[in-house]
C-alpha cells in the first residue's frame, strides 16, 4: 500500500519567514496530493491540493510543488503569520486499486510574533 | 453549505464498554470515511463507504469494531468492547467524488 513520510515533524519560524514542509510518497500510481491545516481541538481544512498532471500551484500566500520522477511534493507559506501555527498534513490519494488518501504524520508549525 | 457533523464531541468510558458515534455527512456526498486519529499521528481510515456499500475496511479491526450505512446517508461507528488503545479522535468525513474529503469535528474518546 502508499506510505507517505513527511518531515519536518516540528517547525517553528519568525513571523515573515517562509516555511516549507516535505512528504514522499511509495505509490507512483498516487495521482492527487492534498494539504490538510488542523488547529487544536478542530477539524482538518484542506488548505491546497495538486493533481499529478500539474507541478506547481498557488494560493495567495501558500503554494504546493511536485515531483512525480523523485515522488515528492512540498508545501510553501510565504510571509507566515502567528495564524498560520497549526499541524499540517500531506496526504496522498491513489487511484489504482487501492482507492484510499494515506495521511503523512503531520508537521507543527509555530509561528513566532 | 453545512458541513460534516459528527456526535458526541467528547466520550469518557471504561474498558470493555460499548461505545457509538454517528456522522451526517454533506447533503449529496455519496462517498463517507471514517478515521482514526490518534494524538501526534495523522488520521488513519478504518472504512470507506461509496452509498451504502463498504469500498474498503482493510484497516478495521474487526473484532471489536463496526460500522454501517444503512440509507447511504447517516452513518454509525461503533466499539464493542473498547480498549485502552481505542483513546483517539474519531473523524468522519465525506466526498463527492473519492478525492477531495471534508472533515467533521471529530469526536475525541477518553478510554479509562
Known amino acids: 500500500g502508499e506510505n507517505v513520510e513527511q518531515h519536518p515533524s516540528t517547525l517553528s519560524v519568525q513571523e515573515g519567514d517562509s516555511a516549507v514542509i516535505k512528504c514522499t510518497y511509495s505509490?507512483?500510481?498516487?495521482?492527487?496530493f492534498p494539504w490538510y491545516k488542523q488547529e487544536l481541538g478542530k477539524r482538518p481544512q484542506l488548505i491546497i491540493d495538486i493533481r499529478s498532471n500539474v507541478g506547481e500551484k498557488k494560493d495567495q500566500r501558500i503554494a504546493v510543488t511536485l515531483n512525480k520522477t523523485a515522488k515528492h511534493f512540498s508545501l510553501h507559506i510565504t510571509e507566515t503569520q502567528p495564524e498560520d501555527s497549526a499541524v499540517y498534513f500531506c496526504?496522498?490519494?491513489?487511484?489504482?486499486?487501492?482507492?484510499?488518501?494515506?495521511f503523512g504524520k503531520g508537521t507543527l508549525l509555530t509561528v513566532n510574533p | 453549505e453545512a458541513g460534516v457533523a459528527q456526535s458526541p464531541r467528547y466520550k469518557i468510558i471504561e474498558k470493555r464498554q460499548s461505545v457509538a458515534f454517528w456522522c451526517n455527512p454533506i447533503?449529496?456526498?455519496?462517498?463517507l470515511y471514517w478515521y482514526q486519529q490518534i494524538l501526534g499521528q495523522g488520521p488513519k481510515l478504518l472504512i470507506q463507504f461509496q452509498n451504502n456499500g463498504v469500498v474498503d475496511d482493510s484497516q478495521l479491526p474487526k473484532d471489536r469494531f463496526s460500522a454501517e450505512r444503512l440509507k447511504g446517508v447517516d452513518s454509525t461507528l461503533k466499539i464493542q468492547p473498547a480498549k485502552l488503545e481505542d483513546s483517539a479522535v474519531y473523524l468522519c468525513a465525506s466526498s463527492p467524488t473519492s478525492e477531495t474529503q471534508y472533515f467533521g469535528p471529530g469526536t475525541r474518546l477518553l478510554v479509562l
Open positions: 505509490d507512483s500510481a498516487s495521482n492527487y
Open positions: 447533503s449529496g456526498h455519496a462517498t
Open positions: 496526504a496522498a490519494y491513489s487511484g489504482g486499486s487501492n482507492y484510499k488518501l494515506t
